[in-house]
């Protein structure tokens, strides 16, 4: 899952006004609230209940298989991350149980009492050369013509080109097992989190544009892909030099 960042006061909300009304907006986004714990379990939820008065705070865990949602709830140390755009916002979640439901658990525990409040950078994108490479092999469509291609890359993430026929990745959901394929020899096992899915200008094809950030890239994968980033970027310099 998503990292917790090293909390600093300068970036610390108490008021609970303001804490309930950053608690709306990612209600009302339904965006994904990733909740992590310290033996590394990682599970991605929603906000479905919100009541500042009753101070009840409800997450949806929906279908768990595996049983991560107790273990969070055993370990008594949830942490909890979501996006605001280029916020990020990271609070605990305290007291917390599991609640049954007719569509899947709901994590339920009171309003934070504090909530730490980040402004992303920004990471230098670039845009591939190759018609090729990079791409994103799916689980299982290793054969060629089965990936998706990348159509600009940085250190926090990437966006892939979806043809109008192809199986998109949900938005909002980790996507595990791909293989990030950065030319003939390089290729990396990450984890993707969709966020969302917009047209590209000017194509005719149907073919729509997936953003997507990287969750939990290891150190390895991390440093080939910045060393990728960097020799694009030298090769685009020398390209408009000699033009």
């Keep these: 899952m998503s990292a917790p960042e090293p909390v600093s006061e ?12 950053y608690l709306l907006q990612l209600q009302r986004a339904e965006a994904t609230v990733l909740l992590s714990a310290p033996p590394g379990q990682g599970l991605s939820s929603r906000i479905t209940t919100l009541d500042a008065d009753a101070d009840v705070l409800g997450l949806d865990i929906g279908a768990d298989p595996e049983g991560i949602s107790q273990a969070l709830v055993a370990s008594g140390e949830i942490t909890a991350v979501a996006y605001l755009g280029a916020i990020k916002l990271q609070f605990e979640l305290d007291d917390a149980v599991l609640v049954s439901g007719e569509q899947g658990a709901v994590l339920r525990s009171s309003l934070p ?11 230098f994108r ?17 054969e060629f013509g089965r990936a998706l291609r990348v159509l600009d890359i940085s250190i926090g993430g990437l966006a892939l080109a979806l043809p109008a026929d192809a199986t998109p990745l949900p938005t909002g959901e ?14 990396l096992r990450v984890t993707l989190l969709p966020h969302h899915v917009s047209p590209i200008a000017g194509d005719a094809g149907g073919t729509q544009q997936l953003g997507c950030s990287f969750v ?28």
């Excluded at 939990?216 to 960097?230: F, G, I, K």
């Design 10 to 21: 300068e970036f610390r909300v108490t008021a609970p006004a303001e804490i309930a009304a």
């Design 113 to 123: 009492e504090r909530l730490y409040r980040f402004q992303r950078r920004q990471a």
């Design 126 to 142: 670039v845009q591939p050369a190759g018609s090729i490479y990079p791409r994103v092999l799916l689980p299982g469509h290793q």
């Design 174 to 187: 980790i996507a595990k097992d791909l293989t990030l394929e950065l030319d003939r020899i390089t290729a």
């Design 216 to 243: 939990d890239l290891e150190a390895n994968a991390a440093r080939a892909l910045q060393v990728y980033v960097d020799q694009t970027q030298k090769r685009r310099r020398l390209l408009k030099l000699d033009t």
